[in-house]
């Protein structure tokens, strides 16, 4: 069976891999760079600044305390030029790893038709087709926005900006304030509703109160214009570069003629991937569900094993989402309520040096304390994007908090979440 797949992202390069190996002729066209957003533009991007923006917090403190005397200078171009490199290999790592699992891979423009694939002249006929063309920034319509730039922009900046006006309330817009602050810009965020409404109330607190201490958030407050150096607002004009971070649209454009789609142009799919076309499939941000790279992975494989006969559904519950600072911000929300608990984060690595701040993180959990059932919990430290990974299996797989009496860390360790489960089976 022949299986084209459009889009070399995180949902299609996995779709391809798992449909390879479970022995189809597997397709997958990619118009530029397989890795997708996260690798080439996006979460992979962020790795690279926000590992400088911690090294500069860090060297900042051990001057304050005297423990260092050190003097630096960022050059700018040369943390683009080796995130570029960096990026570049991974690229090539899984290129290979991609092909070594019987994937053919085409690069080009797509033009989807029924049973056909078009490559600058050459056709790919498909038995079944994954469509994981995933999405692009929303430009608002505001008068003079051709002046500022996006996430995929950053890395053209000569310099650290002096000034940096971000428009935008949620994940895309804390990391690169609190990247940009780190690095000596003055930042000011404009949230044109609520900032982080995704995240828990005391979660928020701590993020804008010691991660992003240096950063001026305006909520409600919108940009009417868009100066080459700054933004022009009902509260006056205010002076700097212009980063837009106010959301994404799926990027469906080739197929709308072939399936249904929403009002935001996402691909209506059902727990199956299956569009409303019999032999198509659809995975990652163009299904503008969770827009997380582990999503599109786990939607990748679902679409391709449904595709290749093997039936499967995917599952949405508890979906660790991250936000990446200085520490790690990591949540599991099920808008579920419950007793509340939380408890300042643990010293260990990465947070020892904070501990006479009183900077160490926390961590809150939301639980049913008759039942023992788990139904939100958030963190802020080092290992929190590591712990609620498998805190979100241990959810999945209907764990208690009593099943956390005999659990055992690898100490030193600045996870908290076990504790606050140990609390709760005592003495909730």
């Given at each position: 069976m022949n299986v084209v797949i459009v889009g070399g992202g995180s949902a299609g390069r996995t779709a391809a891999i798992e449909a390879a190996t479970i022995g189809e002729n597997v397709t997958l066209i990619e118009m530029d760079k397989i890795g997708g957003k996260c690798l080439n533009t996006g979460c992979m991007v962020v790795c690279g600044l926000n590992d400088v923006a911690r090294f500069i917090k860090n060297a900042q403190k051990f001057n304050q305390m005297g423990i260092t005397n050190s003097n630096f200078k960022i050059d700018f171009?040369?943390?683009?030029?080796?995130?570029?490199?960096?990026?570049?290999?991974?690229?090539?790592?899984?290129?290979s790893e991609?092909?070594?699992?019987?994937?053919?891979?085409?690069?080009?423009?797509?033009?989807?038709?029924?049973g056909l694939v078009s490559v600058d002249g050459k056709e790919y006929p498909y038995d079944k087709l994954i469509i994981a063309t995933g999405s692009y920034a929303f430009i608002?319509?505001?008068?003079?926005?051709?002046?500022?730039?996006?996430?995929?922009?950053?890395?053209?900046?000569?310099?650290?900006?002096?000034?940096?006006?971000?428009?935008?309330?949620?994940?895309?817009a804390t990391e690169f304030a609190g990247i940009f602050s780190a690095m000596g810009s003055e930042v000011h965020i404009l949230s044109r509703g609520s900032f982080l409404k995704q995240v828990d109330q005391d979660i928020k607190d701590y993020?804008?109160?010691?991660?992003?201490?240096?950063?001026?958030?305006?909520?409600?407050?919108?940009?009417?214009?868009?100066?080459?150096?700054?933004?022009?607002?009902?509260?006056?004009?205010?002076?700097?570069?212009?980063?837009?971070?106010?959301?994404?649209?799926?990027?469906?454009?080739?197929?709308?003629?072939l399936v249904e789609t929403g009002k935001k142009g996402e691909i209506i799919?059902?727990?199956?991937?299956?569009?409303?076309?019999?032999?198509?499939?659809?995975?990652?941000?163009?299904?503008?569900?969770i827009g997380t790279t582990p999503v599109a992975r786990m939607e990748g494989v679902i679409a391709?094993?449904?595709?290749?006969?093997?039936?499967?559904?995917?599952?949405y519950r508890f979906i660790p989402s991250s936000i990446s600072l200085y520490y790690d911000v990591?949540?599991?929300?099920?808008?579920?309520?419950?007793?509340?608990?939380?408890?300042?984060?643990?010293?260990?690595?990465?947070?020892?040096?904070?501990?006479?701040?009183?900077?160490?993180?926390?961590?809150?959990?939301?639980?049913?304390?008759?039942?023992?059932?788990?139904?939100?919990?958030?963190?802020?430290?080092?290992?929190?994007?590591?712990?609620?990974?498998?805190?979100?299996?241990?959810?999945?797989?209907?764990?208690?908090?009593?099943d956390f009496d005999d659990f055992v860390e690898a100490h030193p360790s600045t996870d908290a979440v076990?504790?606050?489960?140990?609390?709760?089976?005592?003495?909730?």
């Open positions: 171009e040369k943390v683009a030029e080796g995130i570029i490199n960096t990026t570049g290999k991974i690229r090539g790592v899984i290129t991609t092909k070594k699992a019987g994937v053919n891979i085409v690069y080009g423009n797509a033009d989807i038709n029924e608002p319509p505001i008068k003079g926005v051709e002046y500022a730039r996006i996430y995929k922009d950053v890395l053209d900046y000569k310099d650290v900006p002096g000034k940096l006006i971000i428009i935008g309330s949620g994940t895309i993020i804008v109160k010691k991660l992003l201490k240096g950063v001026e958030i305006h909520e409600n407050l919108t940009a009417t214009e868009i100066y080459p150096d700054g933004v022009l607002t009902k509260s006056g004009r205010m002076d700097g570069d212009v980063l837009l971070a106010v959301g994404m649209i799926p990027n469906s454009e080739l197929v709308k003629e799919v059902n727990k199956r991937m299956e569009t409303s076309h019999p032999n198509i499939y659809a995975a990652g941000d163009v299904v503008g569900g391709a094993r449904n595709a290749c006969g093997i039936a499967a559904q995917v599952d990591s949540y599991i929300n099920s808008n579920e309520n419950g007793v509340e608990g939380h408890i300042p984060g643990s010293a260990g690595p990465g947070a020892f040096w904070n501990v006479l701040d009183r900077e160490t993180g926390i961590t809150k959990a939301v639980v049913d304390v008759e039942k023992g059932d788990i139904k939100g919990v958030s963190s802020i430290s080092p290992s929190a994007r590591t712990v609620l990974a498998y805190t979100s299996k241990f959810m999945r797989d209907g764990k208690k908090t009593y076990y504790k606050l489960m140990r609390f709760f089976s005592k003495f909730g």
